[in-house]
């Protein structure tokens, strides 16, 4: 072998030996085409759609209930700030190889940190606790009640994340993704005009009734939560991922973005078609599922019973990870779904913890479900603009993303979609704390 070939293999051995405590693993950029693309698939595609989970299907279902098709045209600019965020916090992340919460941490200070993961804590605690109750409306349409369907779930999560590792992990969540596609099949059962939804699609429309606002406030305000920004970005960190693999990155984050905001939109159409002609209100995604049976058939309501049985399962296992996460790299602790409880008692200790209290409160008999999702809400809409913020200045910020900054165009479109985010954001919140002001 020669000397130079000999320096060549030493360096691309050190290079994969950097990139895993599991042992040398073969770098993604020097795979190709769809190989390429499936090695790197996940972060950016469990991320998208675990932010399609129990209050996020009722919301769509309202919409297209309550307003036909007139707000899908809503979901194409929803889609673009979404990726656009998204794939910021992954590129901080591949670049880095650090979280979210351990740089907010090092460049804004330990007090502002803790006040940002106590309000995570609080807001995902809350939020966990729907979607268990999300698991159990589900089980309950196929007469499973939830004393039983509950505490099996909480199991089968703990279970899968504090057993398994990173890659078996990430495996199955992509594969709940995949009970999304009833969603698609569903929407076809019910006849839709087609003609008309591509016509809302491309001919926005506004009304200012309360009741219209309102409804385009919580569309745009359940779409983009603050754990999808946090669970990418460790995501991409625990996985190995590095800037040589931006382009792959960047690909999965706008695959996973463009999927569930597809799936969305098939959501908004099924209950459109078949709920709004005849004024059928409904206030969850269980309801929807009921009402769609007499009039698009059982498999629609079978479908939609799945879906939102796979939507909770997932979001039960990202938002409790995503707090694991943020707090442990806030706080400087050990984390990882591949560590044990020995290497990582703090990460693994809250995940088990929110799973645990999620799955004893869902089961609550006459809960007040909807006080709690109100204050989740609340927290969740005062904590976007804050983490949003932050992104942009970390991303921007020559000393740790060097060459990998935004663009000055990129720049100019993420300001915007976070300004708008996270306005109504804050004005879903003033209609959360005075409903009089949006009568529904």
């Not at 693993?25 to 129990?54: K, Q, S």
């Not at 600019?77 to 916090?89: A, D, F, K, R």
């Not at 929407?187 to 008309?196: H, N, S, V």
């Amino acid at each position: 072998m020669s000397e130079s070939g000999a320096v060549v293999r030493g360096a691309r051995t050190r290079r994969l030996l950097r990139r895993g405590a599991s042992g040398v693993r073969r770098t993604f950029r020097e795979r190709r085409g769809l190989i390429a693309y499936l090695a790197i698939l996940g972060p950016g595609m469990v991320a998208a759609n675990a932010g399609n989970d129990a209050g996020g299907i009722a919301t769509y279902a309202t919409v297209g209930a309550d307003h036909g098709y007139t707000l899908l045209w809503v979901l194409i600019p929803i889609t673009i700030s979404l990726g656009i965020i998204q794939e910021m916090c992954a590129r901080m992340g591949a670049v880095t190889g650090k979280g979210l919460a351990d740089l907010i941490r090092e460049r804004f200070g330990v007090r502002w940190t803790a006040l940002v993961m106590l309000a995570l804590l609080i807001a995902n605690g809350g939020v966990t606790v729907s979607e268990f109750v999300g698991i159990a409306a589900a089980t309950e349409l196929f007469n499973v009640p939830r004393f039983v369907s509950v505490p099996l779930a909480a199991g089968l999560v703990w279970w899968l994340v504090v057993k398994g590792s990173y890659k078996r992990v990430e495996r199955i969540f992509l594969i709940m993704s995949l009970v999304f596609l009833g969603y698609i099949v569903s929407a076809f059962l019910a006849r839709p005009a087609w003609g008309e939804v591509a016509r809302e699609i491309v001919r926005p429309s506004f009304s200012f009734h309360p009741a219209y606002i309102f409804t385009f406030v919580a569309l745009v305000g359940t779409t983009i939560s603050p754990y999808m920004q946090v669970y990418v970005q460790s995501s991409i960190v625990e996985k190995g991922m590095t800037a040589d693999d931006y382009k792959l990155v960047r690909a999965d984050v706008w695959a996973g973005t463009i999927f569930a905001i597809l799936i969305a939109f098939f959501i908004v159409i099924s209950t459109a078609a078949a709920l709004n002609p005849l004024g059928i209100r409904i206030e969850t995604a269980a309801e929807a599922a009921r009402a769609l049976e007499p009039l698009a058939g059982p498999y629609a309501r079978m479908l939609f019973a799945i879906g939102l049985f796979g939507a909770s399962m997932l979001a039960a296992g990202v938002l409790p990870l995503a707090t694991a996460y943020s707090i442990s790299e806030a706080l400087g602790f050990e984390k990882g779904v591949s560590r044990s409880f020995r290497e990582a008692p703090i990460f693994l200790g809250i995940f088990t913890f929110l799973v645990a209290t999620g799955a004893l409160v869902a089961m609550i008999p006459g809960l007040p479900l909807i006080r709690v999702l109100l204050v989740t809400q609340v927290i969740n809409g005062l904590l976007l603009p804050v983490i949003l913020i932050a992104v942009l200045r970390l991303v921007n910020n020559k000393e740790l993303m060097g060459e990998h900054r935004n663009s000055r165009f990129l720049n100019t479109v993420a300001w915007l979609a976070t300004v708008i985010v996270s306005a109504l954001s804050l004005l879903l919140i003033t209609a959360t704390i005075f409903p009089n002001l949006f009568p529904q």
